[in-house]
């Protein structure tokens, strides 16, 4: 099972940014997925979850209004579209699958790194 998270890079503040998480390996479907960050001396965070089926959303305070959580079950993907960026969204952002069956595994990505800053 691999999670492999990409699109983060540097950007200005204000701007925005599309983070991808390709699964291989499980069946997304089985799996409520999620994305978390950890800045620089924090904890890891809960940025926004996506259920498996239906997906209902949930968001943490500071990013609600500015991100989207999505998913692609047909083609295992997992998308995370960031607006309105400001430095505080510096992290590394990560991927976690986790699934609905409680007897099963989670999983997390490698993470990707964001940058805001001018």
């Known amino acids: 099972v691999q999670l492999v998270e990409s699109g983060g890079g540097l950007v200005e503040p204000g701007g925005s940014l599309r983070l991808s998480c390709a699964a291989s390996g499980l069946s997304l479907s089985n799996y409520d997925m999620s994305w978390y960050r950890q800045a620089p001396g924090k904890e890891r965070e809960l940025v926004a979850i996506i259920s498996s089926v239906g997906g209902r959303t949930h968001y943490s305070g500071s990013v609600k209004g500015r991100f989207t959580i999505s998913r692609d079950n047909a083609n295992n993907m997992v998308y995370l579209q960031m607006n309105s960026l400001g430095p505080e969204d510096t992290a590394v952002y990560y991927c976690?699958?986790?699934?609905?069956?409680?007897?099963?595994?989670?999983?997390w990505g490698q993470g990707t790194q964001v940058t805001v800053s001018s």
């Open positions: 976690r699958a986790r699934p609905t069956d409680s007897g099963g595994s989670e999983y």
